[in-house]
């Protein structure tokens, strides 16, 4: 019996190569996503600075509003414009010189 199966001849295991193609392409394709991802927080830290400085500017925007109202309002004071029309000679009506319009 020892002879015959020094006659046999054995087949070598079947293996099977392993592709040099997909440890590149898993390589390439999670170069890719992670470029991605950083491509996404890149535009979202943008954004988000982008509107930091909106949130600031309308701030300033809302401040400059209400020193201008308040302005408005001390210029069109009731007492401030008789004392400008007191200094410039201007009062009330004499009697006789309002006619109304029918």
Known sequence: MPRENARLK???PLTVKASRW???ILGLAA???GFAALMARLE???????????R???????ERNRRLRLEVAEL?????LR???AQDGLGPPAAGHVTTMP
């Not at 979202?44 to 909106?54: D, F, I, K, P, Y």
């Not at 600031?56 to 809302?62: P, S, T, V």
């Not at 069109?76 to 401030?80: A, P, V």
């Open 10 to 12: 054995r087949r070598p």
């Open 83 to 85: 004392a400008i029309a």
């Open 22 to 24: 997909w440890p590149a």
């Open 31 to 33: 170069v890719v996503a």
């Open 56 to 62: 600031d500017e309308q701030r300033d925007l809302e």
């Open 44 to 54: 979202v830290t943008q954004e988000g600075l982008r509107l930091s400085a909106l």
């Open 76 to 80: 069109g004071s009731h007492e401030r």
